[in-house]
């Protein structure tokens, strides 16, 4: 879920893949990839050894574009429409392996007419799916205070009062219908960026498409997906780009990771739970100087990759994940 500002970065590159089919080799049997994209993850996968690889992703846009070479796999790429929430149902079999890739294509922030990029003028909708609210409808419909915990809870962003009260008070003369509007909006509202700084509109844009697909809510739904599809044995590879994502996936790995016990000379001895995932390794994995090097855009990125056990997959404690609770009122 990050967005580049550097046009000279090259495009579809899949971050940390090397580290990743390292870490989870020897890589066999039917694997899944929950966010398609570009391919690169799949393609990564197959070379390595994997017999089929499921490609899923919710964006329709990413099957046309994958057309001109996917047929060159045969029945070894299967691909199919939905979100990676859903992967245990649409796999329609136990897995070997999940990877999910939560950062934002390319090939979504190149095409202005997408809305995702505040690099580029289009109308402003950010859908993944192309279906639903979009991001003008919640720019334009959301209170103010709704905007402003959007910015802060999901953005981190400081000045998330400040620029709540400029948008309401400019959609009140003109409904926000492109990128550009929201952009001269929260520019005005911020010091102008020093030279190497993010652009001043980066943290709003991450903030907003992060409202308009769930994505916190669709990350938790498809890790325990993963937890319910994987074979005991199975490898879950998941890289992400900013700290809010990795803290979530940190602490649901830990969570499904503890082996419980403990007690006090004033509490009995909790019973032992046996662990869904086994970390491997304990650590993320982040990116080396040769990465960095052909891949600019891994620089925020880490990867945390775990081993499936044989205990019965179970529902995550959402309150102890770290996870913003927002509700927009009257956004369907």
């Not at 089929?52 to 199919?80: N, S, T």
């Not at 001895?269 to 046996?274: G, P, R, S």
Request: aromatic share 6%.
């Amino acid at each position: 879920m990050a967005e580049t500002a550097n046009p000279g970065d090259r495009p579809h590159i899949p971050v940390l893949l090397r580290p990743l089919l390292a870490a989870v080799a020897p890589v066999t049997g039917i694997w899944a990839d929950g966010t398609f994209g570009a391919g690169g993850y799949a393609r990564g996968l197959l070379a390595a050894g994997a017999e089929v690889v499921i490609g899923i992703d919710r964006d329709p846009m990413v099957f046309e574009m994958a057309a001109d070479w996917a047929g060159e796999y045969g029945d070894r790429l299967r691909l199919v429409q939905g979100t990676f929430s859903d992967m245990d149902s649409l796999a329609g079999e136990l897995l070997d392996g999940v990877v999910l890739d939560l950062g934002v294509s390319s090939m979504q922030l190149d095409l202005a007419e997408r809305g995702f990029s505040f690099m580029k003028d289009g109308p402003l909708d950010m859908r993944m799916s192309q279906t639903g609210p979009s991001a003008a409808d919640i720019v334009n419909q959301a209170s103010e205070a709704e905007l402003a915990d959007i910015l802060f809870q999901y953005g981190e962003e400081r000045a998330s009062r400040r620029i709540a009260k400029a948008i309401v008070a400019a959609r009140a003369d003109q409904p926000f219908e492109t990128t550009h509007q929201l952009v001269d909006v929260i520019v005005k509202c911020l010091p102008r960026s020093k030279p190497g700084h993010s652009h001043p509109a980066t943290r709003s844009f991450q903030a907003i498409r992060i409202a308009v697909n769930d994505e916190f809510g669709q990350l938790i739904a498809g890790l325990e997906a993963a937890e319910r599809a994987l074979k005991p044995g199975g490898k879950l590879a998941v890289v992400t780009f900013h700290s809010m994502e990795d803290r979530v996936v940190k602490r649901f790995l830990q969570a499904r990771s503890s082996a419980g016990g403990g007690g006090s000379r004033h509490l009995p001895e909790a019973a032992l739970e046996i662990p869904e995932f086994n970390l491997t390794p304990k650590k993320a994995i982040g990116p080396d100087d040769q990465e960095l090097e052909e891949n600019p855009r891994s620089r925020s990125a880490r990867l945390r990759v775990a081993t499936r056990t044989e205990a019965p997959a179970g529902a995550s404690d959402r309150k102890k994940l770290g996870l913003p609770g927002l509700a927009l009122k009257g956004m369907g």
